[in-house]
């Protein structure tokens, strides 16, 4: 007997963890201050590397940077940075480090101005798209809104954030759902699990 496989994810087949990422967090909405602080901090740290890296490291990271919890993080020392730099369970990138605790303290900072990073950061969601984009190559690096998002971040503070880690953080945090057409997510098929 042949079994036919299910349709493909967007991303994710064949790694567990890769694919657990996809079907329960990829393009959902996330808000709050240590969650949105968490993915603006790992998609600095994607720069440049797997994200499938990033999520194997994802509990060190959680568990290095408090939670991310912001006034923890920014309360972080030179001799913390030191220490995260020897840390050989997280990417040891000190521009990445640094603007991790400079990025908690542009929250604090935004919360001493009487705002949030949750209403910043959804203030520059777009409208949905009228249809869904039918291959990864229909799938923007950048948009108008991620620049908006990337100017304004910067504007308040944060580092190590440009337009095309702003745009996949839009797509991590649900701000847009760039689930491809024929995707599991969208179809409720069930994906090929290996």
Not at 13 to 29: I, K, S, V
Not at 106 to 120: I, K, S, Y
Request: aromatic share 8%.
């Amino acid at each position: 007997m042949t079994t036919t496989p299910g349709p493909a994810r967007c991303f994710g087949d064949g790694d567990p963890l890769y694919a657990e990422y996809h079907d329960t967090e990829w393009g959902r909405p996330v808000h709050g201050e240590a969650e949105l602080l968490e993915r603006i901090a790992l998609e600095g740290f994607q720069s440049g590397l797997s994200w499938l890296t990033i999520l194997r490291k994802r509990d060190a990271f959680r568990e290095v940077f408090a939670g991310f919890d912001p006034e923890r993080v920014a309360a972080m020392t030179p001799d913390d940075v030191e220490r995260l730099l020897s840390d050989a369970r997280i990417v040891r990138n000190r521009a990445k480090i640094e603007a991790t605790v400079a990025n908690g303290r542009a929250v604090l900072a935004l919360h001493e101005a009487g705002r949030t990073l949750d209403e910043l950061f959804w203030s520059f969601a777009p409208p949905p798209r009228a249809e869904r984009l039918a291959t990864w190559q229909d799938v923007p690096a950048t948009t108008d809104e991620s620049k908006a998002l990337a100017k304004a971040l910067k504007k308040e503070g944060f580092r190590f954030f440009g337009p095309t880690t702003a745009y996949a953080a839009m797509q991590a945090c649900g701000l847009v759902d760039d689930h491809l057409a024929t995707c599991p997510a969208v179809t409720g098929a069930n994906p090929s699990v290996p």
